[in-house]
Structure formats: structure tokens, C-alpha cells
């Protein structure tokens, strides 16, 4: 019999279709996750707290599973894309979380953006068991969930990581272990310092090119392609232009995750002013009833809070 390395054994072991996946959280951008590891062949379970959210899943051959401590004792593979740090810590470490009932040599993934320190308290507990655990949260909002073309941020061991690699290239194409656990919620806390600026750019610079008496979509097929370019600008801002504000990603969530940003900078003693100040505008838009759109509806504000001319 050929002998492979427990980290070769492990990516035959992930890529065998006969394994069972459960995905827990079938919101915006779970439910378009777990679609794509249901299409690649695997068994998958799911559950969701609201369980109409699993229907289509189950209609194209899901199982629909009543708690997380049942899925977590049938699944090989666990993957968690919850809301708030709250949530993750409640279906890991609760009395009938995944941490007690998963079996030994099970993979969790929490692909919830979350807590940096709750992800290495999850690593430990779960290593005391015989539990393989990575953080890997994403980027690219629904379009990206929806074409597997997230950006996967991971934290944990590499062999953990080369074992589920199969399983992450059916949701995202840039993949990359950023270190031990905790470092790929780190990471994405990077890239939401980076996102909560430049969004305010986005809408401002739409705002700007609306009031200018410029078409939007023109100004965008000029600026999207040089210095100014990122993808908020090529998604969001069309959708913005469109009048477009349901949500790709929640302002809801966003501030939540500015927050964890906020905490982390803050104990490394660094200042983040642009940081902050995105928050108290996202904050203004949730105070206003609109915590449940896009990211995007910021511009909202601008235009509401535009001069008379």
C-alpha cells in the first residue's frame, strides 16, 4: 500500500466525495457557499437559525438539520459563516456547540468575520480535542460568494490548511494561510480598515460626478481603471448609481466588524482616524433604520446631508 504524509493523506481524505460537509449560516453569502460545495458532489448538511434559508438548499439535496450539536456529530467537515462574534462563540463553545459534540479528526472552518482572540480561544479548546480548527473569513460580498471568487483569509496550522484546500477552492480563488490561529481574522480586519475608508471615496466621488452634472457611469468607465480603482468602486458604485441599496454585505455586520478593528488597533496602541470615522457615518445610517442594507447606501448620507446650492 502506498504511504503518503499525514498532510497528503488528509487532501485525498478531503477530496472524497463520499465525506460529509455541514454549513452552518445560509444567509446572503452562506447560502451561495454551501450551493457550490452541494454541486461539487458532497453530502451536505445545514442548518440556519431561520430555517427557511435552507429550503433551496434542501430542494437541490441538502439535509436540513434541526441543531448545531446534531450536525456537528455527523459532519467530517464543518464550516460556520455566522453573523457576530457572539454567534460564533455560542455554536462553538455552548453546551451543545460544535466543540462538544463534533467527533475526533473533524475540521471546523469559521469563515465568520470575528474576533481574533475568540478564534485562538477556539483553536486551544478545540486542540485539547482532537479537533482541527482554522479561521478563515472572506472577502468579495454576495458576487463573490456567488461566482466562488472569494478571497479566503486563513489562520491555523499548514497542514490543517493544505487538508481543506480542496474545500476552499470551491467557494474562493485567492487563498492564502496567513499564519497560526487568529491571523486570518487579523487579516481581514486589514481589509476592512482599508474598505472603510475608501468607501466613503466611492460615495463621495459618485456624489461629486452626480452634482457636476456628469453621468455617473461615464465618470466610472474613466476612473475605475486608473490610480483610483478598487472593487468597491467597479461593484458598489453601479449599484449606487442604480439607486441599488439591498445588501451585498450589511452595514449591520460592517460595524460590527469596525468595531473588532477598532479593539484590536486599540490594544496595539494605533491610531486609526479614518477607521473611526467611517464607523460614526455607518453608525448614523444604522440610527436611521437602515442597518440592513448594502454597504453602499452610505452614499445615501452624502446626499442627504448635501448643501442646498
Given at each position: 500500500?502506498?504511504k503518503?504524509?499525514?498532510g ?17 449560516g445560509?444567509?446572503?453569502m ?21 430555517q427557511?434559508?435552507t429550503?433551496?438548499?434542501v430542494?437541490?439535496g441538502a ?36 466543540l462538544?459534540?463534533?467527533k ?7 469563515m ?6 475568540l ?14 480548527t482554522?479561521?478563515?473569513?472572506v ?5 463573490g460568494?456567488?461566482?466562488a471568487?472569494?478571497?479566503i483569509?486563513v489562520?491555523?496550522s499548514?497542514?490543517?490548511f493544505e ?8 467557494m ?14 487579523h ?6 480598515i ?7 471615496g466611492v460615495?463621495?466621488?459618485i ?7 456628469l ?8 476612473i ?25 454585505f ?11 478593528a ?19 457615518l ?8 437602515k442597518?440592513?442594507k ?16
Open positions: 500500500m502506498k503518503y504524509s499525514k497528503r493523506w488528509c487532501s485525498i481524505f478531503m477530496t472524497n466525495n463520499h465525506r460529509v460537509i455541514g454549513f452552518i445560509t444567509g446572503v452562506g447560502k451561495s457557499m454551501a450551493t457550490h460545495i452541494l454541486k461539487a458532489g458532497y453530502k451536505l448538511l445545514v442548518y440556519n437559525r431561520t427557511s434559508r429550503t433551496d438548499l430542494k437541490m439535509t436540513w438539520i434541526n441543531t448545531v450539536g446534531e450536525l456537528s456529530e455527523k459532519a467530517d467537515i464543518i464550516i460556520t459563516m455566522v453573523g457576530y462574534p457572539q454567534d460564533v462563540k455560542e455554536i462553538y463553545l455552548g453546551e451543545e456547540g460544535i462538544h459534540k463534533a475526533k479528526g473533524t475540521y471546523v472552518i469559521d465568520t468575520t470575528s474576533s481574533p482572540i478564534a485562538r480561544e477556539i483553536h486551544k479548546k478545540a486542540k485539547e480535542k482532537g479537533i482541527n482554522l479561521d478563515a473569513p472577502s468579495g460580498g454576495d458576487i460568494a456567488q461566482q471568487k472569494l478571497t483569509m489562520g491555523g499548514k497542514e490543517d487538508a481543506v484546500t480542496p474545500i476552499l477552492k470551491l474562493g480563488t485567492n487563498i492564502v494561510l496567513q499564519g497560526n490561529a487568529g491571523a486570518g481574522q487579516t481581514k480586519m486589514c481589509n476592512q482599508a474598505i472603510a475608508s475608501n468607501m466613503i460615495c463621495e466621488s456624489s461629486y460626478a452626480k452634482n457636476a452634472g453621468d455617473p457611469n461615464t465618470v466610472l468607465e474613466s475605475e481603471t486608473g490610480a483610483a480603482g478598487s472593487w468597491s468602486l467597479s461593484n458598489l458604485a453601479p449599484r449606487m448609481i442604480k439607486g441599488d441599496f439591498e445588501p451585498g450589511y452595514i449591520k455586520h460592517f460595524i460590527k466588524d469596525m468595531k473588532i477598532i479593539e484590536s488597533a486599540e490594544e496595539m496602541k494605533l491610531y486609526t482616524p479614518g477607521l473611526k470615522l467611517a464607523k460614526s455607518y453608525e448614523e445610517l444604522e440610527a436611521d433604520g442597518e440592513n448594502g454597504t453602499q447606501a452610505l452614499f445615501l448620507l452624502l446626499e442627504k446631508h448635501a448643501l442646498p446650492v
